[in-house]
């Protein structure tokens, strides 16, 4: 649907949130969204390596700005994602889907090489040929005024 950073993406729509855009190649998924742990930035994410094995990780290194005592600083917000379950099953809203990977998200963030003590936890569970089914955010960053505590369930899909 969409071109981005050369990357041919396809859109996604929800209830919640403005759109986000989706790209696969081989086992790497990645999105271009502007999802709470960089601050609602736009930014072109890769969030799943489906090749891995649970317990192994990669970190994802994004530029944003945030609003710290009421001016934006330039940010790099360095986020390592770890798969922590795979090929499981797991249910929403009384719907249970198989094969789902489940991944945890720890940012850290730092300007001018300081770093921003923060707090999160942060999952996803995504199903094979479905996509995101559950995401619990929970992310406070005390210096940027951020808190954050968000539930996304999947209700229904139609995938074309």
């Known amino acids: 649907d969409s071109i981005i950073n050369n990357k041919p993406y396809r859109v996604f729509s929800n209830n919640k949130d403005p759109y986000e855009y989706y790209y696969k190649t081989g086992g790497d998924y990645y999105r271009y969204a ?6 609602f930035q ?29 001016v934006d600083v330039n940010v790099v917000a360095e986020v ?20 789902v990977i489940h991944l945890s998200v720890k940012p850290e963030f ?3 090489l300081i770093p921003i003590g923060n707090t999160s936890d942060i ?3 995504y199903a094979d040929n479905i996509g995101l089914i559950y995401n619990k955010t929970a992310l406070k960053v005390p210096s ?16 074309k």
């Not at 502007?34 to 601050?39: A, K, Q």
């Not at 891995?52 to 530029?63: F, I, K, M, P």
């Not at 390592?80 to 094969?99: A, F, H, L, Q």
């Not at 940027?144 to 995938?159: C, G, M, P, R």
């Open 80 to 99: 390592t994602v770890k798969i922590e379950e795979k090929d499981i099953s797991y249910t929403v809203n009384g719907v249970t889907y198989n094969n």
């Open 42 to 70: 736009p930014v072109d994410m890769l969030y799943i390596r489906d090749y891995l094995a649970a317990g192994q990780e990669w970190r994802e290194v994004e530029s944003i700005k945030v609003p710290v005592g009421g």
């Open 123 to 125: 999952h996803y569970y």
């Open 144 to 159: 940027a005024n951020v808190d954050i505590n968000k539930e996304t369930f999947l209700t229904s899909y139609d995938v």
């Open 34 to 39: 502007r999802p709470p742990e960089v601050n």
């Open 110 to 112: 730092k300007a001018l």
